[in-house]
């Protein structure tokens, strides 16, 4: 079965760095775009990022444009996002999301979410 | 502040039917398909709805969604009380070249 599961979150300090990865199996990884959707607290869904199947191109929201940067390595079945320069207003649950659709995106299959908390 | 709004709450007895309103512009709804997700707090979301009216396997009927204009709707009949839940459209946006999320309806199921 499909299954997605998100590591690295965690407390960090502002201005600080930090990497999730989304380790991918029951499916053939290579052939989908992924992409990573926050939550903060009591709040609702934020399209973080997303990436092409082959990693030919990458697409942010304006909000971490600059500062998140998405990755897959299809070799090893993962996708990444290393964030830098974070602030309190990237506190959130971070999930990866595989795209199912083809006319469009859509995200059938989410991990369970790790947490990042921006603090000092 | 999302380019997607959506009520925050709508309630309806059980069995009874409710609409979720999710209105955009020309600029996403309006020139794109439209996706829907269901959430349950502290659980990650759901995909009930995707291409504007079309349902995953698994999903049943009681979930349908619909588009006009800007505007895109869900559905949902036979309201059960594990229906209780935060539902959420998604669309792609031109003008912002970034896929968005309206801000989310809570659902109670009197």
Redesign the interface.
């Known amino acids: 079965q499909v299954q997605l599961v998100e590591s690295g979150g965690g407390v960090v300090q502002p201005g600080r760095s930090l990497s999730l990865s989304c380790a991918a199996s029951g499916f053939t990884f290579r052939n989908y775009g992924m992409?990573w959707?926050r939550q903060a607290p009591g709040k609702?869904?934020?399209?973080v990022a997303?990436i092409r199947y082959d990693g030919s191109k990458k697409?942010?929201?304006?909000s971490v444009q600059g500062r998140f940067t998405i990755s897959r390595d299809n070799s090893e079945n993962t996708l990444y996002m290393q964030m830098n320069s974070l602030g309190a207003e990237d506190t959130a649950v971070y999930?990866c999301a595989r795209d199912?659709?083809t006319?469009?995106?859509?995200?059938?299959y989410?991990?369970?979410?790790t947490l990042v908390t921006v603090s000092s | 502040q999302?380019v997607l709004t959506q009520p925050p709450s709508v309630s309806a007895a059980p069995g009874q039917k409710v609409t979720i309103s999710c209105s955009g512009s020309s600029s996403n709804i309006g020139n794109?398909?439209v996706?829907w997700?269901q959430?349950v707090p502290g659980t990650?979301?759901?995909?009930l709805i995707?291409?504007n009216n079309k349902r995953?396997s698994g999903i049943p009927d009681r979930f349908s969604g619909s588009k006009s204009g800007t505007s895109a709707t869900l559905g949902i009949t036979g309201l059960q009380t594990g229906d209780e839940a935060?539902y959420?459209c998604?669309?792609?946006d031109n003008s912002?070249?970034?896929?968005?999320?309206?801000?989310?309806t809570k659902l109670t199921v009197l």
Do not use: I, M, R
């Not at chain 1, 006319?103 to 059938?108: E, I, K, L």
């Not at chain 2, 990650?44 to 995909?47: F, Q």
């Not at chain 2, 912002?96 to 989310?104: I, K, R």
């Open positions: 992409h959707v609702g869904l934020e399209w997303g697409y942010y929201a304006d999930y199912d659709c006319n469009t995106w859509c995200y059938a989410w991990g369970q979410g | 999302s794109n398909y996706s997700y959430q990650a979301p759901k995909l995707y291409e995953p935060d959420s998604g669309t792609w912002l070249s970034a896929w968005v999320f309206g801000g989310g």
